[in-house]
């Protein structure tokens, strides 16, 4: 059977998960048939089912780092991509190897023929989002593997064959332990995110990964900074390695507005309560788990519903908050670092570092999840007199020149920064217990807990019905 005829599961991707790809309205704007080889995807070399397929997601115009790393990534080369959060790095890799693997063979049980190397399962949710429905426009298989959920799934689906791993680092060496995925197959390899898995200390598992994969196979190191650390991968594992910058490693952002507010110590809350009161979708970063917590708790009961992301949460609560947010039945989101790289969640108006970060890398990943592709919003530092000589050098670094206003909450000058408000007062109920809707097959939580702490999780997209084992060729192959 040809690719392009290979039968699939109603399980391959829920359709009310992808409304913009799987029920395009007639006489969309963009004629698929209209993409000519002068300009948008259609000149990068791509396929045309995967030009018609992002067209009729309305995504007809590259970005600067598609543009610049697609056509040597299809020609086969290894591509070094930097450029910030929000430039478009996942099309950038995922297309390609999109492109690649569907070529060639399905791939043979266990043995994928592609690995996405990822550091969050937050980050392994998204990938998976935005590629599963364009694999299946070419007959690509697709599949996560990451700790906090069980094994069976991804099992399974390794078993049947998937051409694509998306993987964390701890769940993918733990499947390889399991003999039930080997990578000898690997056609190409890409990093995403490669400075954040330096920095959550993921550099020994990976290069273990790395050394598991074919010597000759193509690798794709997407990330926001190519530091010393990411340096001892490309000079392992990359052979003349084409270089990608489509922005300088400092904020320059130009529809990015950043404000240092100076606050006393007692008020502290205050201002954070008005601010989260504001209208618009608002990211809160603090330093620690139990600051999440107690921030969440504290809104609450002066009348704002607010969601906690950090690492200490299970994966279902993880998804669930995320969820919320990005559906609006939240409109804030306190987190962690966790939250910070990677997770792009439409219409971020304002990001505000309740705690100022650790460094400039941290500060322009948080900063990253507003601003993102065109789109225009600002960030909000507190500062305690006690940090501030310390947080504008670290702004400094960040390449970061922010206007420095002294404020207390119900001042006019925080209203007109930050758009913060009185809270209601009315303390938020907490939530009832609920069935909340979920992709058939996710009632159970379980699996690998070994990398539970905040620098050890990741995440994923769904788990789906587990269903009777059949022939490879046969329409019981899952993701």
Same mark, same amino acid.
């Given at each position: ?31 698929? #048939?209209? #993409? ?10 791509? $396929? ?22 697609? $056509? %040597? ?100 060496? %733990? ?8 990578? %000898? ?138 969820? #919320? ?75 970061? #020149? ?78």
């Amino acid at each position: 059977m040809a690719r392009h005829e290979r039968p699939h599961l109603t399980a391959f991707a829920d359709p009310s998960m992808f409304p913009s790809i799987f029920d395009a309205p007639t006489g969309a704007e963009t004629d698929p #048939e209209a #993409e000519t080889e002068t300009d948008g995807f259609g000149a990068l070399g791509l $396929p045309r089912k995967l030009v018609r397929a992002l067209a009729r997601d309305g995504i007809v115009t590259p970005f600067e780092i598609q543009k610049a790393t697609i $056509p %040597d990534a299809l020609a086969g080369k290894d591509v070094l991509g930097r450029g910030q959060t929000g430039s478009g790095k996942t099309l950038a890799f995922g297309l390609p190897v999109l492109a690649r693997v569907a070529r060639g063979e399905r791939a043979r049980p266990r043995h994928p023929k592609a690995l996405v190397l990822v550091p969050t399962r937050e980050l392994a949710m998204q990938v998976n989002d935005a590629l599963l429905p364009l694999g299946k426009a070419l007959g690509v298989f697709l599949k996560t593997a990451v700790g906090g959920v069980p094994y069976d799934r991804q099992i399974d689906a390794l078993e049947r064959g998937v051409e694509i791993i998306v993987a964390t680092p701890g769940r993918l060496g %733990d499947l390889i332990q399991r003999r039930v995925c080997v990578l %000898d197959d690997v056609e190409v390899t890409v990093l995403d995110e490669a400075d954040q898995m330096a920095d959550m200390g993921f550099l020994p598992e990976v290069t273990e990964l790395l050394a598991k994969t074919p010597a000759g196979a193509q690798r794709l190191l997407f990330s926001a900074t190519l530091d010393n650390d990411v340096d001892s991968l490309v000079k392992r594992f990359m052979t003349d390695p084409v270089t990608h910058s489509t922005e300088p490693a400092v904020a320059t952002v130009t529809t990015m507005d950043h404000h240092l507010l100076l606050i006393p110590p007692h008020d502290k809350f205050r201002v954070a309560a008005s601010i989260a009161a504001r209208d618009g979708r608002t990211m809160m970063f603090a330093r620690t788990q139990m600051g999440v917590d107690r921030l969440v708790e504290q809104l609450a009961a002066v009348g704002v519903r607010a969601g906690g992301l950090h690492g200490g949460k299970t994966q279902r609560a993880r998804t669930r908050t995320l969820a #919320e947010f990005k559906e609006g039945r939240t409109t804030v989101l306190v987190a962690t670092d966790v939250a910070a790289r990677g997770i792009h969640v439409d219409g971020v108006s304002l990001v505000v570092h309740i705690d100022p970060p650790r460094d400039a890398k941290d500060y322009l990943h948080r900063a990253g999840r507003t601003a993102r592709a065109g789109e225009s919003g600002s960030v909000a530092t507190l500062v305690l007199p006690k940090q501030r000589r310390s947080t504008l050098q670290m702004l400094g670094k960040a390449g970061v #020149e922010p206007a420095e206003t002294r404020v207390r909450a119900g001042d006019a000058a925080l209203t007109e920064l930050t758009g913060a408000r009185e809270p209601s007062g009315v303390p938020v109920p907490p939530d009832e217990p609920r069935r909340p809707h979920r992709p058939a097959g996710d009632r159970r939580h379980g699996g690998d807990h070994r990398h539970s702490g905040e620098h050890r999780h990741g995440g994923e997209h769904r788990d789906h019905r587990h269903s009777p084992r059949g022939p490879r060729s046969g329409p019981r192959r899952t993701h």
